[in-house]
Every structure is written in C-alpha cells, then in structure tokens.
C-alpha cells in the first residue's frame, strides 16, 4: 500500500541528489521547484490511496469526505510526533509550493554564499603522476585535501506574497529561525516525507470491506 506515495518520495531523492551537486543559480532554483512539487505529490499519492481504500464501502462523494479527514487527522498525528520546528519547516515548504504554482508572484530569493570547503585531492587518471601524488602525499608534502571555494544558496521567503495569515506567520518564524542552505532543507523535507509515507503505512487501517 502507499507505493506510488514512496515513489513519489523517491522522485523527491532524485532532486535533492541533484542539487547538491549543482552550483549553478538556475540549476538550483529549478531541481528546488521539482523537488517541492513531487512533495506535494506525497500528500495527494496518500490521499488519492485512502480515497480509494474508502470508496471501496462508501459512495464517492462520502468516500472522498471521509479520506479527507482520515487524512488530515494521520497528518496532524504525524506533526504532533514529528516535532515543532520540523513540522512547520514541513508546512512551510509544501505553502511554497503552492503559491510559487499559483500565486502571481514568487515569494522565494536564492541567496548565494561562497564558502571555503576541503575535497579530497583528486588523484590524477595518468599512472606515473598518480604515483608521484601518492608519495608526496605519503610523506605529507602533499596535503590529502585541497581547498575549493563552494557556491551555496539560502531560502528567503516573503510572506507578503501569501494572503493566508497562517503562512504568513509560518514564513515570518522561518525567517527568524538560523538560515540552512537549500541542500539542507531538500534533505529535511525529503525525510520527512519519507516518514510521512511510512507513518500512514503503520497507521491507516482501510476500512473491512461491507
């Protein structure tokens, strides 16, 4: 049960591998935007499967009322365990979602930050120099590492954008909360829709059929 759910969540892994490797400002805005819509996909994959568990002892009409609020109350059961600041970083990205696909204007900026990080040092594809590289690093005249500048980028979000007080103010506690870059949120946001999946896999019990 749930598998086009845990595919979709799959398809969220798959972005998110390509924005860490991606510097690139367009790359990056773009492997985001996949990545928040195939989140949202979770969602509708959970709700589209136990709509269709209860349509199999309801009329369609009662069937969809009723996995609405089934849904609705595994998801709120879900934040309540999941955690305070990981449950709104979890309502913050899928209100993202929404609005940069139906509100007239965006509410995101990618802020990009050099930093400094340390590689390992690549071992040359000609034998003779790998060689020569290995022996100086062996008797460290040549460091293990090197140094290479690393563009990554921050979320800002403008919550100006939304009319719904409530992302309003999801997006102005964001705001304040310590910036993490976008290949640490895609990493949060993706486990925690892979938990989301798996918390309605143990929790939702189709109802017997009539």
Known sequence: MF???????????FFLHQLRETQDPDATE????ALLNAGKNVVYALRAQVCSCESTCLPCDEAEKKAKQSCNAHIKAWKGKTGGVRATLFCVLQDTRDIETHAESSAVRYLPQTEKRRHPRPIP????YAAVVAIYMSRQQLSPDVIVPTTIYHLQ??????????VQARFKQFGKSKPKSIAELATTY????????????????PPAPA
Not at 3 to 13: D, F, H, L, N, P
Not at 190 to 205: G, Q, W
């Open 30 to 33: 773009f492997f985001f935007n």
């Open 125 to 128: 594809s000609d034998p003779h």
């Open 190 to 205: 993706t486990d925690l829709l892979a938990s989301l999946v798996e918390y309605f896999i143990k929790h939702y019990v």
């Open 3 to 13: 598998e086009k759910a845990q595919r979709k969540v799959a398809e969220c892994t």
């Open 157 to 166: 979000l403008d919550p100006a954008v939304s009319a719904k007080k409530s």
